[in-house]
């Protein structure tokens, strides 16, 4: 599959639970909303709450991104279960709640560089987990 394939698979909602999508060395796998959510070697979330993002695992998480291109951004926003405002170093084109691919106009809207989440991500232990790309 291709990663506009995923986009339409996810943002439609239409993934089947538990089946395994592969796209170039990235499997995800349907969640029961329809979602898909990226999974590394098809064993593992890759994005947990713990997880740290960098350049080396980059390349893991990311479809077909080389390691010399930082598609993470940085962002202002303070998770704490009422703010839904997240203000991205650029225009995202990727948004994942705790490794879940986000559908815009159905989890968040985007205007510019800010996002902003239909509810507020949750701050608790372990708190979520945001990542905003830019492929």
Not at 56 to 70: E, G
Request: hydrophobic share 40%.
């Amino acid at each position: 599959m291709t990663i506009e394939d995923i986009n339409t698979l996810n943002r439609t909602r239409k993934a089947i639970p538990d089946q395994q999508y592969k796209s170039g060395t990235n499997t995800f796998i349907g969640t029961s909303t329809g979602h898909l959510r990226l999974l590394q070697n098809a064993s593992e979330v890759i994005f947990q709450p713990t997880a740290t993002i960098n350049e080396t695992n980059v390349q893991a998480a990311v479809i077909n991104v080389p390691v010399s291109h930082n598609a993470e951004l940085t962002y202002v926003g303070v998770i704490n279960d009422t703010n839904t405002l997240f203000t991205c170093s650029d225009i995202p084109n990727m948004v994942f709640r705790n490794g879940v691919l986000q559908v815009i106009g159905i989890d968040y809207n985007l205007v510019g560089k800010t996002v902003q989440f239909f509810k507020a991500p949750y701050s608790g232990s372990p708190a979520e987990t945001l990542i905003f790309w830019k492929l």
